[in-house]
């Protein structure tokens, strides 16, 4: 059986070191015995979806991306519906896919998880026409991706959004009404509202702990503290693990219809897109093939990577010797 045909979509801002990327897979590719990956840089004008497309045109079986946030979503976006697999390598300081999957800041390890063969099929949110994989926002979430220096997150990585978030914990709540399927209006005054296709966030933090990426349905979280004891409280819970938090009710569905009144940061993947007075959210099931690490069985997508860390000494050692 021959080796997969595999490419590489790289946004070259985002990679401090891109050399050591192109030895790494390389080294990673020939020590399993499959041939040379195509490479794509991304662009100003596209940030990696026709990049993506175009490897699957070409006959790339495996996608490599490697880049922010939005490179990632960008690729999932073209890969989407394909049974081309996409294999997550970390790079930037938000990364809410690899952080999810476990591979935050090691390429090594994230090459030989691909390699490893593990796959699962994903579900992907729907926004217009791109597509997310971890989790959609409106509200006070995407205000503080919108508060936090590129500078800063370069200096201390994902705790920069601490002080992003600080900037706005007393800012006025939104006023909205929220459809589930196309039910009943529910009319709420919250900070935020995030649709969800997996559970964490940045640091580990589990805010949906019930989210299944594969269920065929999103999981709807709307936080409404009013007080900045209320965030204490709400963040407290949350960082517990406890079965119910202060100030933040939860749902599922697989259309989500947010309407507001006045424009409002929002964001997809951890990636700001731009300002609107509303966020309309639909699934596709199961759309994405993902590369994840084996055993595949823990449906929130945090797998024990530890095989796959021990094996990526040897793809170093070859990247080493390569240089």
Same mark, same amino acid.
């Given at each position: 059986? =021959?080796?997969?045909?595999?490419?590489?979509?790289? &946004?070259?801002?985002?990679?401090?070191?891109?050399?050591?990327?192109?030895?790494?897979?390389?080294?990673?590719?020939?020590?399993?015995? $499959? =041939?040379?990956?195509?490479?794509?840089?991304?662009?100003?004008?596209?940030?990696?979806?026709?990049?993506?497309? #175009?490897?699957?045109? &070409?006959?790339?079986?495996?996608?490599?991306?490697?880049?922010?946030?939005?490179?990632?979503?960008?690729?999932?976006?073209?890969?989407?519906?394909?049974?081309?697999?996409?294999?997550?390598?970390?790079?930037?300081?938000?990364?809410?896919?690899?952080? &999810?999957?476990?591979?935050?800041?090691?390429?090594?390890?994230?090459?030989?998880?691909?390699?490893?063969?593990?796959?699962?099929?994903?579900?992907?949110?729907?926004?217009?026409?791109?597509?997310?994989?971890?989790?959609?926002?409106?509200?006070?979430?995407?205000?503080?991706?919108?508060?936090?220096?590129?500078?800063? #997150? #370069?200096?201390?990585? $994902?705790?920069? /959004?601490?002080?992003?978030?600080?900037?706005?914990?007393?800012?006025?709540?939104?006023?909205?009404?929220?459809?589930?399927?196309?039910?009943? =209006?529910?009319?709420?005054?919250?900070?935020?509202?995030?649709?969800? &296709?997996?559970?964490?966030?940045?640091?580990?933090?589990?805010?949906?702990?019930?989210?299944?990426?594969?269920?065929?349905?999103?999981?709807?979280?709307?936080?409404?503290?009013?007080?900045?004891?209320?965030?204490?409280?709400?963040?407290?819970?949350?960082?517990?693990?406890?079965?119910?938090?202060?100030?933040?009710?939860? /749902?599922?569905?697989?259309?989500?219809?947010?309407?507001?009144?006045?424009?409002?940061?929002?964001?997809?993947?951890?990636?700001?897109?731009?300002?609107?007075?509303?966020?309309?959210?639909?699934?596709?099931?199961?759309?994405?093939?993902?590369?994840? =690490?084996?055993?595949?069985?823990?449906?929130?997508?945090? /797998?024990?990577?530890?095989?796959?860390?021990?094996?990526?000494?040897?793809?170093?050692?070859?990247?080493?010797?390569?240089?």
């Amino acid at each position: 059986m =021959p080796a997969p045909r595999t490419a590489v979509v790289v &946004n070259p801002v985002k990679v401090p070191d891109p050399e050591l990327l192109r030895r790494t897979i390389r080294a990673g590719l020939a020590g399993a015995g $499959w =041939p040379e990956p195509e490479w794509f840089e991304t662009t100003v004008e596209d940030s990696g979806a026709g990049q993506a497309a #175009k490897a699957a045109e &070409n006959g790339a079986e495996l996608v490599f991306v490697c880049g922010g946030d939005g490179t990632v979503m960008a690729c999932v976006t073209a890969l989407a519906g394909t049974d081309v697999a996409l294999a997550v390598l970390p790079a930037g300081t938000g990364n809410l896919l690899a952080a &999810n999957l476990g591979l935050t800041g090691d390429l090594a390890t994230a090459v030989e998880v691909a390699l490893a063969g593990g796959r699962r099929r994903i579900d992907v949110g729907v926004v217009g026409d791109r597509c997310f994989a971890v989790m959609a926002g409106m509200g006070f979430d995407a205000q503080m991706l919108q508060g936090t220096s590129e500078a800063a #997150k #370069k200096r201390v990585g $994902w705790l920069a /959004y601490l002080a992003g978030a600080a900037k706005h914990l007393r800012d006025r709540p939104m006023r909205v009404t929220i459809s589930l399927d196309g039910g009943k =209006p529910m009319r709420r005054r919250p900070r935020t509202v995030i649709v969800g &296709n997996v559970g964490r966030l940045q640091g580990g933090v589990r805010l949906l702990g019930d989210a299944d990426p594969a269920d065929g349905r999103l999981d709807v979280a709307v936080l409404s503290p009013g007080s900045l004891l209320h965030w204490a409280a709400l963040a407290w819970a949350v960082l517990r693990r406890r079965p119910r938090v202060p100030s933040m009710e939860t /749902y599922t569905a697989e259309r989500v219809e947010i309407r507001g009144g006045r424009p409002q940061p929002r964001q997809l993947d951890g990636d700001l897109i731009e300002p609107g007075t509303g966020l309309s959210v639909s699934v596709r099931h199961r759309a994405l093939l993902l590369c994840v =690490p084996q055993p595949d069985g823990d449906p929130d997508l945090a /797998y024990d990577v530890d095989a796959a860390r021990r094996a990526a000494q040897d793809v170093r050692a070859a990247a080493e010797e390569t240089r």
